[in-house]
């Protein structure tokens, strides 16, 4: 689904900030909000009279919620509500199964909203360019770039935010055809803090919008893009964060089976995993695939043979990932050029562990760390929680700032430099932190300036998220 606008309209939006679009449209819809006078409730009101997200799961089983019921007939009449997850998945499953065609003429939006808090709905209805505003992310990003628009498989994300609310969201558009019950499954099921959270999903004009927790500052992989590799310090921020939320997942045995930086979406205070498309949990010991799942560089050998897998896989990709963030590049293709190699499966599998792909400048504790997580041998490879507990992601004060979040190690980056300085103020030589290659200063616009000047105090979104949210 496109959205159009007219030449002026498109002209003015080219040259406003997010910030000047969103003030804008609050005063447009406070004119209109005015106008419809005091029929129906607030959203405070609704708020008031509504069970609290705690009690509608409490009361799920008892039957207490207002829901869906699980049959078609309960969708004709379309509208908007809350409910439980079980409903959304009900919701899900009823929209991939049924034809397009079944549902081509609705002249209302139909769909479940998860969070009352964030997303106000009025009178059964949550209207797209009304109730939730949306914005091609390129109007948010002062310099995208070619391709910089992010799309998902079969889907673009916007940045969307509640009218009522000012809640801002990512929503990701699928093409019904398109649309797998599986696609928001998982992300529904299981709640962590470094998992994005998934808000809602509603079906209007042929499209599939799922709204979710959007990431101020992008993708891993689009900061690496835009700032070359990262340093240490930041690489083991961000490991942490995705080790959390690996150990969650992986002790309620689901496999994400696409961990990369495309898929870790990063905000002020901590990372989030995305992408659950290829996501399946296991039944038994080992996970035997009827298909490849996963992205090439990132997988890992027993992957590759498709004889069966276990949770260990997503560790493997967490190592691969770690190597793109120190060098910039994925592992294998300095080595092995994708012009002269277009598969890398047979690779992966002949001469996996990428050892030779680790930076130069890796330090003893995170190659260590690295030769623990990309063990051919599976059962020799670290687990998430065995690996939060390494020496290489809980470094001591002395030997790396304390990253409690990019912001705070900056911040504890700067003490070091000036405790240093102060030691030894005819030094010539400069901090490893801010050497010339490191390029504090060369580095604009970086992870920690886009987290912490913009995210942390002006709630302004920095960049993209990832193409594969959702």
């Not at 599998?349 to 792909?357: G, I, N, R, S, W």
């Not at 970086?446 to 912490?452: A, E, K, N, R, V």
């Not at 960049?463 to 959702?470: F, H, L, Q």
């Amino acid at each position: 689904m496109e959205y159009k606008y007219d030449p002026g309209l498109e002209l003015l939006l080219a040259h406003m900030n997010v910030e000047d679009i969103i003030n804008a449209a609050e005063t447009l819809y406070r004119l209109e909000e005015e106008e419809e006078g005091e029929g129906g409730l607030s959203f405070e009101e609704e708020e008031e009279e509504g069970l609290s997200q705690e009690d509608m799961d409490e009361n799920e089983e008892a039957g207490d919620t207002v829901g869906f019921g699980g049959e078609e007939k309960d969708y004709e009449a379309g509208g908007v509500r809350y409910g439980t997850v079980t409903e959304l998945l009900s919701f899900v499953n009823l929209l991939s199964s049924l034809q397009t065609a079944a549902l081509q003429h609705r002249a209302q939006e139909m769909g479940v909203l998860l969070n009352k808090t964030f997303m106000a709905v009025k009178k059964g209805r949550y209207q797209i360019s009304s109730d939730v505003l949306l914005f091609p992310w390129k109007l948010t990003y002062k310099n995208p770039g070619s391709g910089l628009v992010p799309k998902g498989s079969f889907g673009k994300v916007h940045l969307a935010q509640d009218t009522s609310t000012r809640k801002r969201m990512a929503c990701k558009l699928i093409p019904l055809e398109n649309f797998k019950a599986a696609d928001v499954e998982f992300q529904a099921r299981f709640r962590h803090e470094n998992i994005a959270e998934l808000y809602g999903a509603l079906l209007w004009d042929q499209n599939v919008h799922l709204f979710m927790e959007a990431g101020e500052g992008g993708s891993v992989l689009e900061k690496l893009d835009s700032c070359g590799p990262m340093r240490e310090f930041e690489i083991i921020w961000v490991t942490k964060q995705v080790l959390r939320a690996l150990e969650y997942l992986h002790s309620h045995s689901v496999i994400h089976h696409d961990v990369k930086p495309s898929n870790i979406v990063l905000m002020s205070d901590k990372a989030v995993l995305v992408d659950f498309g290829l996501t399946v949990q296991m039944t038994e010991d080992v996970y035997i695939p009827r298909d490849l799942r996963g992205t090439e560089m990132y997988m890992s050998p027993e992957l590759v043979l498709c004889r069966g897998h276990n949770t260990k896989t997503d560790i493997y990709s967490l190592g691969t990932t770690i190597i793109h963030m120190q060098t910039g590049s994925p592992p294998w293709v300095r080595r092995y050029p994708r012009t002269a190699y277009p598969s890398y499966l047979y690779i992966i599998y002949k001469q996996a562990p990428p050892l030779e792909d680790v930076a130069e400048d890796c330090s003893p504790a995170m190659r260590s760390f690295l030769e623990r997580a990309l063990d051919r041998n599976p059962a020799l490879r670290g687990s998430a929680s065995e690996l939060l507990k390494d020496e290489a992601v809980n470094p001591s004060r002395d030997e790396q700032p304390r990253c409690w979040s990019l912001d705070s190690a900056l911040e504890e980056a700067n003490h070091t430099l000036l405790r240093q300085q102060s030691l030894h103020p005819d030094t010539t030589q400069e901090s490893s932190l801010y050497s010339e290659d490191s390029g504090h200063l060369r580095r604009k616009g970086s992870l920690y300036l886009d987290l912490g000047a913009l995210s942390g105090h002006c709630k302004l979104v920095a960049g993209p998220p990832a193409s594969e949210y959702g």
